[in-house]
């Protein structure tokens, strides 16, 4: 089956750990994207890769870093410097030109202990 | 920077109601807007993707309608079910390509 798998689904970190939450898609998509979601809230854009090797920032990228190393890959790691990063994570792909649907893993619930 | 607004944050409707949801953003210089349905805890699930050029897309009992002009889009649900029961989120991607910008969603709530 096609799509997109996020692991794990429930994460714990200590505070000062930097934490790696896993992208996966065989679907072929050239663009993927990690979102942060906060109860009650929308979505908000942390980076987004159009292309292997080649990644940006979205609008609240401060404390977060990613890696596009393959085409079906986008691992997010969440640093100590994220103050804040009780939250819901989702990793997203589409085929990468305007105009195309994006599809959505289930996401991963991180939680800071 | 583009804004989206999602008008009511809640709905609850009884049974077999036709309902609408709306969708405001401030940058018409769009590609597409797309709604989603989120169940608790989970991703999210494409219902419609509308492309800047078109008016209107319909899956099922879903219509979607889009007036870029006025930066308003509208989804119909109609004679809707319990199993409708979600938040449904709207996001529009543009002015800047690969960049989408989510509302904060309407839960919906639908009584048997």
């Known amino acids: 089956d096609g799509g997109i798998t996020q692991s794990p689904k429930y994460l714990f970190r200590k505070e000062g750990q930097n934490v790696t939450l896993s992208c996966e898609q065989n679907?072929?998509?050239?663009?993927m994207y990690w979102y942060r979601q906060d109860p009650g809230q929308g979505l908000r854009l942390i980076y987004y890769?159009?292309?292997?090797?080649?990644?940006q920032k979205g609008d609240i990228a401060e404390g977060y870093s990613v890696s596009r190393e393959k085409k079906e890959s986008f691992p997010l790691t969440v640093t100590s410097a994220q103050k804040n990063p009780t939250a819901f994570y989702l990793c997203?792909?589409?085929?990468?030109?305007?105009?195309?649907?994006?599809?959505f893993g289930q996401g991963t619930r991180l939680t800071v202990v | 920077k583009q804004e989206v607004t999602q008008i009511p944050a809640a709905l609850s409707v009884p049974e077999g109601e036709n309902l609408v949801l709306n969708c405001s953003f401030t940058?018409?210089?769009?590609?597409?807007l797309q709604w989603f349905r989120q169940d608790p805890g989970k991703g999210l699930t494409s219902l419609l993707l509308?492309?800047?050029?078109?008016r209107e897309q319909t899956s099922g009992r879903l219509n979607a309608s889009l007036d870029k002009s006025s930066g308003r889009s509208t989804l119909y649900i109609a004679a809707s079910q319990p199993g409708d029961s979600a938040t449904y989120l709207c996001?529009?991607?543009?002015?800047?390509?690969?960049?989408?910008?989510f509302g904060d969603g309407t839960t919906l709530t639908v009584k048997p």
């Open positions: 940058d018409s210089a769009i590609y597409n």
């Open positions: 679907l072929n998509h050239d663009a």
């Open positions: 509308i492309q800047s050029s078109q």
């Open positions: 997203a792909s589409s085929p990468g030109q305007p105009v195309t649907e994006a599809f």
């Open positions: 890769s159009q292309i292997v090797n080649d990644f």
């Open positions: 996001a529009v991607e543009g002015p800047n390509a690969g960049k989408s910008t």
